[in-house]
């Protein structure tokens, strides 16, 4: 295995260390007693926190900012797909062409949007207020990634430096912001549990909810 393969490993492990350390944190935290009684389908409303609770249709600030949570899906997007490709070159597997000529396209527009959001947070006065250098940090970050994947898809030669950005990626991961990415599953699955054992989310589907015209 080439030293770039073994960097990228020993990141990974670092990395998932760290990430597994403070979730553990959170997961053994003091959880204060719930004392509402249960009103609610609590399976349904985790299961629509995770899916329609994420829609602009139900979420006043995406609402408000169609075109910036279109952005911010493109960014997401193309970084899964990056993230695809470390894994890709780093097993060192052979793929489809045409695969690989379509990755290309979604990193670029997904590098576009990306820029696009950390160009409105600099320039946004409101935005710039609540930023921290986290924020524009991570958001160069990971544009860089995006960016040196496309290199690495068009030039086999760069896939070593492609795999060590990877590498200083992941180290970061629980370090910033970027440790959202760890979290954003369980803060959906909590706040199902939460809402849903009041029958305030996701509950419309039942006799209960119709009832109580809710």
């Known amino acids: 295995m080439t030293a770039s393969r073994w960097f990228l490993l020993a990141c990974f492990a670092v990395s998932t260390a760290a990430s597994l350390h403070h979730l ?12 509402a009684k249960t009103r609610g389908s609590i399976p349904r409303a985790v299961a629509y926190s995770l899916t329609l609770a994420m829609s602009p249709a139900r979420k006043e600030s995406a609402r408000r900012h169609v075109p910036t949570y279109a952005l911010g899906l493109v960014f997401h997007g193309g970084i899964a797909v990056a993230f695809v490709w470390l894994a890709i070159f780093f097993a060192g597997v052979s793929v489809p062409a045409d695969f690989a000529a379509v990755s ?12 696009a959001l950390l160009v409105k947070r600099a320039t946004r006065a409101k935005l710039r207020h609540i930023s921290t250098p986290d924020d524009y940090f991570s958001n160069a970050l990971l544009a860089g990634f995006e960016v040196l994947a496309i290199v690495a898809l068009l030039d086999v030669d760069c896939i070593p430096f492609f795999l060590m950005y990877g590498g200083v990626l992941l180290l970061y991961v629980p370090l910033g912001k970027l440790r959202h990415a760890l979290y954003f599953v369980f803060a959906r699955v909590y706040l199902g549990l939460f809402f849903g054992k009041r029958g305030v989310w996701g509950q419309k589907g039942n006799s209960r909810w119709r009832a109580q015209n809710r």
Do not use: C
Not at 27 to 32: A, H, I, T, Y
């Open 104 to 115: 290309v396209i979604v990193l670029a527009a997904s590098t576009a949007a990306g820029l």
């Open 24 to 35: 553990m944190r959170v997961l053994v935290s003091f959880r204060p007693h719930d004392p």
